[in-house]
């Protein structure tokens, strides 16, 4: 059987590892050099580094417990004792080695990834589904779409009964601020209050694995100023939220060494699916992701493991 999964994501990841598990050789395709997907890690000269889309992992179910667990006992993952959402206050928290995407970089190992292919359009051809990139195109008996809802819609036809279900799927946009600093900040650990502009605040440096020499700071915008700002070109929207972060850390814009931000315009869901996966009534099309249950890596790796067992029972 000849599947595809376009998302090298951790649901496109997860779910290629159950199926390459279970004898099958799925082939993903994703448009980035590298994989993760919203697990990211940027380098920028040496000695910078930042996490710029998930800051850290959690597990609250005991299946994602045990592979946070044997990623940490292969090197992928370390505990991480900083400053967590309250939303995760209490939780055993985990950050990829040597960034993040190292985490991803794990889940990928012995996949076949076809890295830099950005799928534009799948379509259904005799009983199989044609998946277009580049100036290429295959068919397969199986597609699995694991990118962000919208980004889902962009790609299948609008009169698929899978649209009507993406389309329900709401995503709020994210603003990220990577900056550096020459010497040390004032406060490690800054306050923030709910009038901020700012969602989170994370001395990136300070985490387990990484080169500490330089101060690197994350500064992720609530989804209220992300909304405003979102069509600012990113010069212009990191030129915003360097104050921000500065009123925070004690230092002055002026005092940056390097500041630039990443617009993800689908960061997390805020109206989720509701169930782990969506399939075409063909059970040769389905859809997955975070969006299927909730906003977090967690999601995607239960979203993943649902569309592995749904085609491997069938
Ligand atoms: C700013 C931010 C903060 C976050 N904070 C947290 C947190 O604190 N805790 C937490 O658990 N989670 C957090 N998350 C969410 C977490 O990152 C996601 O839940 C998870 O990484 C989603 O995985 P996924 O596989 O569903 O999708 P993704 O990681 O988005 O993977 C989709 C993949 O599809 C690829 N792709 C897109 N379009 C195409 C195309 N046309 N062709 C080919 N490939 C394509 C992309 O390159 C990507 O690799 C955060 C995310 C962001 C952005």
């Not at 993760?36 to 580094?49: D, I, W």
């Not at 045990?66 to 004792?81: F, K, N, P, S, T």
């Not at 859809?287 to 069938?314: F, N, Y």
């Amino acid at each position: 059987m000849k599947i595809a999964i376009v998302g090298a994501g951790v649901a496109g990841l997860t779910c290629a590892r159950a199926m390459v598990k279970a004898g099958l050789a799925p082939v993903i395709f994703d448009k980035s050099r590298g994989v993760g997907g919203r697990l990211a890690t940027r380098r920028a000269e040496p000695g910078l580094q930042f996490d710029h889309g998930a800051p850290y992992l959690t597990a609250t179910g005991s299946g994602f417990a045990e592979v946070l667990r044997q990623a940490e006992e292969a090197g992928a993952l370390a505990g991480w004792q900083g400053p967590l959402r309250a939303a995760d206050a209490g939780a055993a928290a985990f950050v990829g080695l040597p960034g993040m995407s190292g985490f991803a970089r794990y889940l990928a190992e012995g996949l076949e990834v076809q890295a830099g292919a950005t799928v534009t359009a799948v379509t259904a051809e005799g009983s199989g589904w044609r998946v277009a990139w580049g100036d290429q195109a295959q068919v397969f008996d199986r597609v699995i779409l694991t990118l962000p809802a919208p980004q889902i819609l962009r790609m299948i036809a609008p009169d698929l009964s899978l649209a009507s279900a993406l389309r329900a799927v709401e995503m709020a946009p994210c603003l990220t601020l990577m900056a550096a600093f020459k010497g040390v900040c004032a406060s490690p650990a800054p306050e923030r209050t709910e009038t901020d502009d700012l969602d989170w605040i994370a001395l990136d440096s300070a985490k387990p694995g990484r080169d500490g020499g330089r101060q690197c700071w994350v500064a992720q915008a609530n989804a209220a100023f992300s909304r405003r700002h979102l069509e600012l070109e990113p010069p212009q929207i990191a030129e915003r939220m360097l104050p921000l972060l500065c009123r925070h850390i004690g230092r002055r814009p002026a005092e940056a060494t390097h500041a630039v931000a990443h617009r993800w315009r689908f960061s997390q869901a805020e109206r989720p699916l509701g169930q782990p996966f969506l399939a075409d009534p063909s059970q040769g099309l389905f859809a997955g992701g975070d969006w299927c249950l909730g906003r977090t890596v967690e999601d995607a790796w239960t979203s993943g493991r649902a569309l592995a067992a749904q085609l491997l029972g069938a």
